[in-house]
């Protein structure tokens, strides 16, 4: 350990598996350390007996449920867009030799106190109820501009500037509904609460674009697809692929302390009383908290099921979106559901998720309109964790602190490190990164 490195990376989450990959592919000699016995960090997928140990205090969980080692049950669950660029990030690093990959059965929205499925075809979109039929006239007039919208060909943009107009502005000039509005908004542009309607349009046209690309990618009934055996599985195909290009990696270092030089720059990372040297580090806010401040907190229930979720067509893998609005609150609530199908747990189980970006500190009251929709569950733990961004300035410590962010249909990173700008993208529940 007593060497020099280009880069030091602490925690084995996703974020940072990601970029020890590609800083060792791009050259550089990384050293990859996490406190932890196991790969993932926050983000990794538990089998049973590391599920009940967590959230019960013991190991022991009880046999009906199944063999521990067929469960792998993530802790932030999300689902990632098919065309989404961490999909292209994966597919251009090589990364998915490592990986295989299932298509989601289906996308569903709340709306009045029901759960519909999100048009696929236009078919579906024909039956839907949500919306009239002079309603969906008016939608389709909508989503095909959307559709023929290129930033670069003027001549699609029918003299509306999407960068100066809002979202609410262009809605308007459409006649859309608010239900209607509610449902492209959240359910389609993937938006958690309504500031976006007083930003810029084009981000919601590209979101809504990158939507019906993912959708039309598998021909399926989302626009999602998900790793077999859980998220876990991408923090360890990174982990692998940094492997291969020189990357070192030590888990079980406990105690790791980022060392510091007189000029405030970081030099160096010592563990069990060895120091590795190093010129810039990157890792998850828990190695560096001075560093971060508390943006906010997500409650979550975890649910272990016989049955698939009700009004799903029997889909054995699905996200239902909760608007803020149907519920009262200040931003959306997202229901994940996966099963055995997808290698996450023994034949006939389901595991299903509530998230919610938590705005009381009762996270059974909070979820509980999530959790109605799952119907009779076998087992419900609950969690709640802090959400941090950094706060420093990279430029001055080289220190590039990951955010702990909440997107529930995706992962996001946004660092700059060296020659290298991730600002990577992949839709709990569905995955930015």
Not at 11 to 16: A, I, P, S, W, Y
């Amino acid at each position: 350990m007593d060497e020099e490195y280009d880069v030091i990376v602490l925690g084995t989450g996703l974020k940072e598996c990601i970029l020890s990959g590609l800083l060792s592919v791009d050259g550089l000699k990384v050293l990859h350390m996490d406190r932890n016995d196991y790969y993932g960090g926050d983000s990794t997928s538990l089998n049973l007996n590391q599920l009940w140990k967590r959230f019960r205090g013991e190991d022991k969980p009880p046999s009906h449920l199944g063999a521990s080692r067929d469960y792998n049950v993530d802790m932030v669950p999300k689902f990632m867009m098919a065309n989404g660029t961490l999909v292209r990030t994966l597919i251009h690093t090589d990364v998915t030799k490592y990986l295989s990959f299932k298509a989601v059965d289906g996308s569903y929205v709340f709306s009045k106190g029901k759960i519909h499925k999100v048009p696929a075809t236009d078919m579906e979109a024909l039956k839907s109820p949500l919306m009239g039929i002079f309603e969906k006239r008016r939608a389709r007039n909508f989503f095909i501009y959307v559709q023929d919208y290129n930033e670069a060909e003027p001549k699609t943009h029918q003299g509306l500037d999407l960068t100066r107009m809002t979202t609410r502005e262009l809605i308007a000039k459409h006649g859309l509904s608010d239900d209607t509005v509610d449902f492209i908004g959240h359910a389609l542009a993937l938006h958690r609460d309504d500031h976006y309607l007083n930003e810029p349009a084009l981000d919601t046209v590209k979101r809504m674009k990158l939507y019906a690309e993912s959708l039309a990618r598998f021909q399926g009934g989302s626009p999602y697809i998900y790793p077999l055996y859980g998220l876990g599985e991408l923090p360890q195909a990174f982990a692998r692929l940094s492997a291969v290009y020189g990357g070192t990696y030590m888990l079980n270092k406990p105690e790791c302390k980022v060392e510091f030089d007189m000029e405030g720059k970081v030099c160096g990372v010592t563990s069990e009383g060895e120091t590795a040297k190093c010129k810039k580090v990157v890792c998850d806010p828990s190695y560096l908290p001075n560093k971060v401040r508390k943006i906010g907190k997500v409650a979550r229930a975890i649910a272990i099921m016989s049955h698939p979720i009700q009004n799903t067509n029997d889909s054995h893998s699905v996200q239902i979106i909760l608007p803020q609005k149907q519920l009262g609150r200040k931003s959306d609530m997202y229901v994940f559901c996966c099963s055995y199908t997808h290698n996450v747990a023994p034949k006939g189980k389901f595991i299903a998720f509530v998230s919610a970006e938590a705005e009381t500190d009762n996270p059974q009251s909070e979820l509980r309109p999530g959790i109605d929709l799952l119907g009779p569950v076998d087992e419900l733990f609950f969690d709640m964790y802090d959400r941090y961004e950094p706060v420093n300035e990279p430029s001055l410590d080289n220190c590039f602190v990951s955010m702990v962010s909440f997107t529930v249909y995706a992962y996001k990173v946004n660092i700059k490190f060296a020659s290298i700008y991730l600002d990577v993208y992949a839709n709990s529940s569905v995955t930015e990164l």
